[in-house]
């Protein structure tokens, strides 16, 4: 997020660029959930400084249109579309964080 930018402008702005998709920032208010994960350390440099990321996950519908339109950039062009459940039932394949927000999104 930028400063000043609500969360709902920095996912609309996100998904401009990472997906060419224009959602209405009223379809975009439905948040499941806020994470925060720390590391000991991290990729660059001084790497023994460790690293904190904190996320907003939210949930949009899409339509049919709109999931043909899609465009990934890229930077997520290896991406793919994973059913949660795919991810609950084979958690040990991916990130804890990933397996909690998988969970958050099938309970709501």
């Not at 609309?12 to 720390?38: F, K, M, T, V």
């Amino acid at each position: 997020m930028r400063k000043g930018e609500l969360v709902e402008q920095a996912l609309r702005r996100n998904l401009r660029r990472e997906l060419h998709l224009d959602i209405p920032e009223a379809r975009l208010r439905n948040i499941i959930g806020y994470y925060s994960q720390i590391w000991d350390t991290r990729a660059w440099e001084p790497t023994t400084n460790g690293c904190h990321m904190f996320s907003i996950t939210t949930a949009v519908n899409l339509t049919d249109e709109e999931k043909a339109s899609v465009q990934l950039n890229e930077e997520y062009a290896d991406s793919q579309w994973v059913n949660p459940l795919h991810v609950i039932e084979n958690a040990d394949h991916f990130h804890p964080c990933l397996v909690q927000i998988a969970r958050d999104i099938t309970s709501k």
